[in-house]
């Protein structure tokens, strides 16, 4: 007799919190009829230029701190070059060339003025009469200084 006391009061207390919020929704659905449409609806906010995306809504992210970037690459190539003196004239000589380079940027992404610093170096050799191998060295830099519309670079 109690096991069944006990199964007959937990479903009746499941029914009853079953209809309850049964209730309270048909209560705050009953609100009565709808308001006439007389002029234009002051309570809601019109956007002239919504947002396209996500990128154009300000949002308040923390910034993030200065970084800095070191990027290696090494690079060979093989080319022809028809005229590897310089000369002026018809009397051209082909002459096949190899250039090996390695190059290392760094950069350093500071937010008001980041800079950029590159240097290239290596080695080109020309084969064919009078074979010869020349050095390449190259060092550039950039700087640049923002502010709200623009920016000042100095190379």
Partial sequence: M???ANTLLVCCALIFLGQAPMARAQATGDQ????????????????ENPPLSGLDEP????????????LPSVQINQAVDTNATGATGSNTTIRD??????????QEMWKMHPLDIAYSGGAARYY????????IHSLAATQRFLWRTGQFALR
Wanted: net charge positive.
């Fill in 128 to 135: 064919g009469p009078g074979a010869r191998t020349y050095q």
């Fill in 97 to 106: 060339v190899t250039r090996a380079i390695g190059s290392l940027t760094l």
């Fill in 32 to 47: 009565g009829a709808a308001p006439a449409a007389i002029g234009p609806d002051t309570t809601t906010q019109v956007i």
């Fill in 59 to 70: 949002s308040f992210e923390p910034g993030y701190g200065p970084r800095s970037y070191l």
């Fill in 2 to 4: 109690n096991r069944f």
